[in-house]
T-cell receptor, first 113, second 113 residues
């Protein structure tokens, strides 16, 4: 069975601080894909990144960066120099080929101005 | 390009009533999905479709039915609504299987009293 764990329910940071969201996954498959989605207060989920299991390179996109480590089954997400617009719920998700995307329970990030 | 649209945005039902949620996408995507989001639970897959005329059960299908008569539309039906179906419902679509990015609609907030 596939499972995604996002342990931190709500994280509050002061603007300009960095925040890291942990994502730990479980799967028995060797081929799988990991995702991060952002759900701002407006409600619609927005795709941020996809990573396949064969590509362990870290990725940076502006103030966002992702650290994928197969050895610890983790795909962590860091927001550098947080801004109020980063306030949202962030979901990590896992796909392993059964047509189902398994979502974690999400991290509520609150950026305090 | 509207992307994924959902109607209605809000609805209040009484226990036992029926209703249909409509999802439409204009991206010519093959795959479509219905999720429900409950507080602290993340998103859970209700039903999905891998192409026009096909449907399949997801993680929490009981109490729901779906139809995909046209490629661009995916309907979610509640035949006899129950308070446990109070939730926010999201539709999503993807070009191919779940390994591809899913595009989400804005959601439908349903309350069953």
């Amino acid at each position: 069975a596939q499972k995604v764990t996002q342990a931190q329910t709500e994280i509050s940071v002061v603007e300009k601080e960095d925040v890291t969201l942990d994502c730990v996954y479980e799967t028995r498959d060797t081929t799988y894909y990991l995702f991060w989605y952002k759900q701002p207060p407006s409600g619609e989920l927005v795709f941020l990144i996809r990573r396949n299991s064969f590509d362990e390179q870290n990725e940076i996109s502006g103030r966002y960066s992702w650290n994928f480590q197969k050895s610890t089954s983790s795909f962590n997400f860091t927001i550098t120099a947080s801004q109020v617009v980063d306030s949202a719920v962030y979901f990590c998700a896992l796909f392993n080929g059964n047509n189902r995307l398994a979502f974690g329970k999400g991290n509520q990030v609150v950026v305090i101005p | 390009n509207a992307g994924v649209t959902q109607t209605p945005k809000f609805r209040v039902l009484k226990t036992g009533q029926s209703m249909t949620l409509l999802c439409a996408q204009d991206m010519n995507h093959e795959y479509m999905y219905w999720y429900r989001q409950d507080p602290g639970m993340g998103l859970r897959l209700i039903h999905y479709s891998v192409g026009e005329g096909t449907t399949a059960k997801g993680e929490v299908p009981d109490g729901y039915n779906v139809s995909r008569l046209k490629k661009q539309n995916f309907l979610l039906g509640l035949e006899s609504a129950a308070p446990s179906q109070t939730s926010v419902y999201f539709c999503a679509s993807s070009r191919l299987a779940g390994a591809n990015e899913q595009y989400f609609g804005p959601g439908t907030r349903l309350t069953v009293t």
